[in-house]
């Protein structure tokens, strides 16, 4: 079982930045697709972006042009960039990876980290 573990969260002023950080319990070579989710309260948990094993990312249309995400093989990190951010962002972001079992694939789960964009 793998496990992700994201750090980064916080409280900020709107228009600022933050960068958050999710590391596996093994190298970052053998997981397939990773993406970042994001649940505000009240809402359903959507995709915010997503990054191929091979570097390839792409974006959910509210956070085109603002967020970058990255993977980091040396860092063995996962990172989400964000600026100009909004009060719209606010919410538990979460880290997902994709990675295989045999053939099995399997999706996991960090626990997610809060955060919190005041206007």
């Known amino acids: 079982q793998v496990q992700l573990v994201e750090s980064g969260g916080g409280l900020v002023q709107a228009g600022e930045s933050l960068t958050l950080s999710c590391r596996p319990s093994?190298?970052?070579?053998?997981?397939?697709?990773m993406e970042w989710h994001r649940q505000s309260t009240g809402k359903q948990r959507e995709l915010v972006a997503r990054?191929?094993?091979?570097?390839?990312?792409t974006y959910g249309d509210t956070v085109k042009g603002r967020f970058t995400i990255s993977r980091d093989s040396a860092k063995n990190t996962m990172s989400l960039q964000m600026t100009s951010l909004e009060a719209g962002d606010t919410a538990v972001y979460y880290c997902?990876?994709?990675?295989?079992?045999?053939?099995?694939?399997?999706?996991?789960w960090g626990q997610g980290t809060q955060v919190t964009v005041s206007s």
């Open positions: 997902s990876a994709k990675y295989f079992s045999g053939l099995r694939p399997i999706r996991t």
């Open positions: 990054i191929t094993s091979d570097g390839s990312p």
């Open positions: 093994r190298s970052i070579r053998t997981l397939d697709d």
